[in-house]
């Protein structure tokens, strides 16, 4: 296998940053897979009538726990328990992305860790154990996949596809269900029907596949930073683009579109067309 650090290249600071976002998605891991499928799993509703279960809790509380003995001074933005500290560094936490896979037991859902600097994302991990997955990335240091039981020891490196007309690009979204007010509809159904093949991984997952090189473009209207923060270095360092649909670079825009790097004009101008 490929070497999943290249080492020369990233500072001894991100190489602690990227082991201990490891230690952090081994932790999730062991909660997630051992409570996958239960009968008693405890699902409630949040405000914005999503689920949420004892598991999400659970994992972004024994993460802020290690990350208070391993790195006290960093601040975290988690999605289940908000900020807490205040930092150049934070931590920005999904305990668990697609929840309602998770509880229907669709094994298509993912820890998402990520260390921000100023604002910017270094590093990334999504752990995807019922997948037998795991993917991450540190700024300059190339994108990675392999076993989560590897704990990013092994991996080989990925990049983007060469793809370079709309025609002949595969798409994912992770739902195309639009409410009353959603002025992006319009340019996400017409995207649709001008590539070769639409599916609906959904998640985390499209954003990976696009970083693998399996699809070219995957599109969100509607997200938070928890659900895109590792996925937008991962995308990167693969080779790819990664914005909003304002063409904004980042996680923090509150839509998403990852791209091969070809694609990606493209691909904003058709989804902000009215």
């Keep these: 296998m490929n070497s999943p650090l290249a ?7 991100l190489l602690r940053g990227l082991s201990i976002a490891h230690q952090l998605a081994d932790l ?54 908000g900020i807490s500290g205040e930092s150049s560094r934070c931590w920005v936490i999904d305990p668990i992305d697609g929840t309602k896979n998770y509880v229907r037991g669709v094994p298509v859902w993912a820890s998402l860790i990520a260390l921000l600097h100023n604002n910017e994302p270094v590093i990334g991990v999504v752990s995807a154990p019922a997948l037998g997955r795991r993917w991450w990335a540190a700024r300059n240091g190339g994108a990675f996949t392999g076993l989560p039981e590897h704990s990013g ?37 017409k995207l649709a029907s001008s590539v070769w093949r639409t599916r609906g991984y959904g998640d985390f997952w499209q954003h990976c596949l696009v970083a693998e090189g399996a699809i070219d473009i995957s599109a969100e209207p509607v997200v938070a930073l928890w659900d895109l923060a590792p996925l937008s270095i991962i995308v990167t360092e693969s080779g790819g683009r990664f914005t909003g649909i304002n063409g904004v670079a980042g996680p923090a825009q509150g839509s998403a579109v990852a791209t091969n790097n070809l694609l990606h004009e493209t691909a904003l101008q058709i989804l902000n067309e009215s």
């Design 28 to 81: 999730a891991d062991e909660i997630t897979i051992s409570r996958f499928l239960a009968t008693d799993l405890v699902v409630q509703t949040k405000p914005d009538l999503t689920p949420v279960t004892e598991v999400d809790r659970g994992v972004e509380q024994i993460i802020r726990e290690h990350l208070a003995v391993v790195a006290p001074e960093d601040a975290i933005v988690g999605e289940e328990f």
């Design 7 to 13: 080492k020369a290249t990233i500072p001894a600071d």
């Design 153 to 189: 020891k092994h991996g080989r490196a990925i990049s983007v596809s060469k793809v370079a007309k709309i025609s002949d690009a595969s798409i994912s979204f992770s739902d195309l269900s639009f409410g009353d007010d959603n002025v992006y509809e319009k340019g996400f159904r």
